[in-house]
C-alpha cells in the first residue's frame, strides 16, 4: 500500500517555458500532499503544502506564481514551474499522506 | 541552531557490522520522528517511525528516541552492502510537516 507515482520521470525544457508535474496517489486517497525540491547533495526542502479543493500554503521564500500546485482531486496533485529558468533545474519530489508521508520516484527537471 | 542535525558522514561500515545512525533536533515540543533512506539518485523511502521514549524494533532495524536528550537514532543489524544509502532524519512539526536533516551517508563494505 501507499504508492505514490509521479509523472514525468524527468524532464528537459527550454529557459522561459513551463513544465508540469504529476504526483498520483495510487492506492489511498490523500487530502493533503507536499511538494519537495532538493538540489544535490542537500536535503528535502519543503515549497508548498497541497491541500484537496483549496489552495496551497507555499513555504517561505517560494514564489507562488512561478510554481503553481493544483489539487484538483483526492489523488492528483500537480505543480507547474512557470517561465523555468536554469536555476529551477533541480529534482522535485512529491508525497503523500495516508498515516504518514510516502513519497513519489521524483522528477528531474533540467532547463536548458 | 538546524532544527534538525545529522553528522554527513560517510560512516562507514564492515558488512555484517552493526551501523549507527544519529540525529539530535531542536524543537523540544516535537512528537514525531521518521527515518527515510534515500539511494542516490532516488526518492526518499520511509523506514521507520516512532512517537514513544525508547525503542522500536522492525527486522534489522531499531530507532531509538530519547526525547530527554532529543536525540533519535538508527540502529542497522548485519549491515549489508545494499543498506549503503543516505539515511534521512525527520521530525514532524505541528499536524503535518516534516523538517529534514541533512542525511548520513552510509557505506557499508563487503
Known amino acids: 500500500g501507499a504508492v505514490v507515482s509521479q509523472h514525468p520521470s524527468w524532464v528537459i525544457c527550454k529557459s522561459g517555458t513551463s513544465v508540469k508535474i504529476e504526483c498520483r496517489s495510487l492506492?489511498?486517497?490523500?487530502?493533503?500532499m507536499f511538494w519537495y525540491r532538493q538540489f544535490p547533495k542537500q536535503s528535502l526542502m519543503l515549497m508548498a503544502t497541497?491541500?484537496?479543493?483549496?489552495?496551497?500554503?507555499?513555504e517561505q521564500g517560494v514564489e507562488k506564481d512561478k510554481f503553481l500546485i493544483n489539487h484538483a482531486s483526492l489523488t492528483l496533485s500537480t505543480l507547474t514551474v512557470t517561465s523555468a529558468h536554469p536555476e529551477d533545474s533541480s529534482f522535485y519530489i512529491c508525497?503523500?499522506?495516508?498515516?504518514?508521508?510516502?513519497f513519489g520516484p521524483g522528477t528531474r527537471l533540467t532547463v536548458t | 541552531q538546524k532544527e534538525v542535525e545529522q553528522n554527513s558522514g560517510p560512516l562507514s561500515v564492515p558488512e555484517g557490522a552493526i551501523a549507527s545512525l544519529n540525529c539530535t533536533y531542536s524543537?523540544?515540543?516535537?512528537?514525531?520522528f521518521f527515518w527515510y533512506r534515500q539511494y542516490s539518485g532516488k526518492s526518499p523511502e520511509l523506514i521507520m517511525f516512532?512517537?514513544?521514549?525508547g525503542d522500536k524494533e522492525d527486522g534489522r532495524f531499531t530507532a531509538q528516541l530519547n526525547k530527554a536528550s532529543q536525540y533519535v537514532s538508527l540502529l542497522i543489524r548485519d549491515s549489508q552492502p545494499s543498506d549503503s544509502a543516505t539515511y534521512l532524519c525527520?521530525?514532524?512539526?505541528?499536524?503535518?510537516?516534516?523538517?529534514f536533516g541533512t542525511g548520513t551517508r552510509l557505506l557499508v563494505s563487503p
Open positions: 508525497s503523500a499522506k495516508e498515516d504518514e508521508q510516502y
Open positions: 525527520a521530525v514532524k512539526r505541528g499536524f503535518q510537516k516534516l523538517v
Open positions: 497541497s491541500n484537496e479543493g483549496s489552495k496551497a500554503t507555499y
Open positions: 516512532i512517537y514513544s521514549n
Open positions: 524543537d523540544r515540543g516535537s512528537q514525531s
Open positions: 492506492d489511498f486517497q490523500a487530502t493533503t
